[in-house]
């Protein structure tokens, strides 16, 4: 539950957006190669005479989908079935899904990141249409990354000696804002030493020839500052002091629809910066004439009690921490599971998402949720990579101790034949998946990878693939499609199990 939880979060923005707008034909890409993959693991179950155990694994393992392990166990569990069948198919699960996973994830490997571009026109053309694409994207954000800095610093607080001859006379610090306002230059003083004595000023308090002063703005202003203040200082105390760089969902009326030129005239945003803006994922230019509609997110920067009143002004504050919201967390989990636990009868029949899929489903309700009102619910990368390598691998393991007594007669049981009906239930619909992106969708041949790996939940295939053509612009393929995916791929397991006998 927490591995299916963590994938859930992770994607659930991405799999409610892709409802709308591009990302619709990516998911419908998803549902069809869902279907694919049902069709061609079914057909082969009833050809080789698989069990209900049997078929969950060669699906799970085939389609690199361990969130049917999970699903298919405990689908099982409800049929009813005797306890020495019950058994012997739960402990065929593991053995099945390790013989056919090896193919599953290397198979996918090899043929998206060696065929692939091949198939769809030529590696070389492949990587011209990825950097077209690229150029209309703006593509080539690290900023996940911990080892990515910007050699661009966007915002800068500089320190400046006073003795432009504008200062000849004692001014205000309203007066300079305007001085240089007028001049073309959007900054504000954030901070001042006099006689010694360093300080936050007030819009009132006056500025003297031979005071120092901290010049906060953007960069393309900040540059011009020099000629009209004073010579700039490289000084460690004056500058040394906390700022906040917090991110803010815009939500506010007397926010959004103004342009950030009048509303730097606003009280609450005197002393605190843009950094940057986005609009769904699109990067926002931040200029004077720029404007801000509801659900932009926003970067701000200032000092502590500066942007906590702007924040109250602009909507809703997303404050990086590393803790997590554990009871976010487990509400999430509790909420899901519950409603994976009630059943709709089909005749004599139960179905229903199971504890597991019950998981997933909060994970994608509650991950879009937490994007959409970022006061609740942060979970950091590092904990989502935890919950979701330790929730899975754990799982596995301990499957696989239960299972390991039987793991030989198992083998015996199923035969050679498994690893042939998995390596064709792997080839089929990724080779069809090319096709169908290719030629019927017409997606670029690197959203077309993308798409591929995503549907099926392969993470690795998704780096093969970027390493072949040299980009990360398959991943815009691959969010929609691994969500919608892991849905697809639980809700065929669960009618697996109810098909096979």
């Known amino acids: 539950m927490m591995f299916l939880f963590s994938i859930g979060y992770s994607v659930g923005p991405d799999f409610f957006k892709s409802l709308r707008g591009t990302g619709l034909k990516q998911a419908l890409f998803a549902v069809i190669m869902g279907g694919t993959c049902f069709a061609t693991v079914i057909s082969l179950a009833i050809l080789f005479g698989y069990t209900k155990g049997e078929t969950i694994g060669l699906f799970s393992g085939s389609e690199t989908c361990s969130a049917l392990l999970g699903v298919g166990t405990e689908a099982l569990g409800r049929l009813g079935l005797p306890k020495d069948v019950l058994n012997r198919e739960l402990n065929i699960i593991p053995v099945c899904y390790a013989v056919t996973y090896i193919f599953g994830t290397l198979g996918t490997v090899i043929i998206l990141g060696n065929l692939g571009p091949r198939l769809l026109g030529g590696v070389d053309k492949v990587k011209e249409a990825t950097r077209e694409l690229e150029k209309k994207l703006n593509s080539g954000d690290h900023s996940k990354d911990p080892a990515y800095v910007n050699a661009m610093n966007t915002v800068s607080y500089r320190a400046f000696h006073v003795n432009s001859e504008f200062f000849n006379l004692p001014r205000t610090v309203q007066e300079t804002e305007r001085y240089l306002r007028n001049a073309g230059i959007e900054v504000y003083v954030d901070r001042v030493r006099h006689n010694d004595e360093i300080y ?123 803790q997590s919201d554990l009871m976010f967390v487990g509400l999430a989990i509790f909420i899901g599971g519950l409603f994976g636990a009630m059943s709709i009868w089909i005749g004599s029949i139960p179905v229903s998402f199971g504890t597991s899929g019950g998981a997933l489903i909060a994970g994608l309700v509650f991950g879009w949720l937490r994007s959409k009102r970022p006061t609740y619910g942060y979970i950091p990368d590092g904990a989502l990579w935890l919950m979701n390598n330790l929730g899975l691998n754990v799982f596995i393991a301990v499957v696989g101790i239960e299972a390991a007594p039987s793991f030989i007669s198992g083998i015996k049981t199923v035969g050679p034949m498994l690893f042939a009906a998995g390596a064709i239930a792997t080839m089929i619909p990724v080779f069809f998946g090319l096709w169908l992106g290719h030629k019927v969708f017409k997606f670029n041949p690197a959203i077309t990878l993308g798409c591929c790996a995503g549907t099926r939940t392969c993470t690795a295939a998704l780096g093969a693939a970027q390493n072949a053509i040299g980009s990360t612009v398959p991943a815009i393929g691959y969010a929609v499609t691994y969500a919608v995916s892991n849905i697809m791929l639980v809700i065929w397991g669960l009618v697996t199990v109810l098909l096979i006998k």
Request: hydrophobic share 35%.
């Open 200 to 322: 936050a000023p007030r819009h009132d308090d006056r500025l003297y020839a031979g005071d120092e002063v901290v010049i906060c703005g953007r960069s393309e202003f900040i540059v011009k500052v020099e000629g009209y203040i004073g010579n700039e200082l490289a000084d460690a105390e004056i500058l040394s002091y906390p700022l906040d760089r917090i991110g803010v969902l815009v939500a506010k009326k007397e926010f959004i629809g103004k342009r950030i030129s009048d509303l730097r005239k606003e009280k609450f945003m005197h002393g605190v910066v843009i950094r940057d803006a986005l609009r769904g994922n699109q990067q926002l230019e931040v200029t004077l004439d720029t404007t801000f509609r509801k659900g932009d997110r926003i970067t701000i920067v200032g000092r502590p009690v500066q942007v906590k009143k702007a924040t109250s002004h602009i909507g809703h504050e997303d404050r990086p921490s590393v």
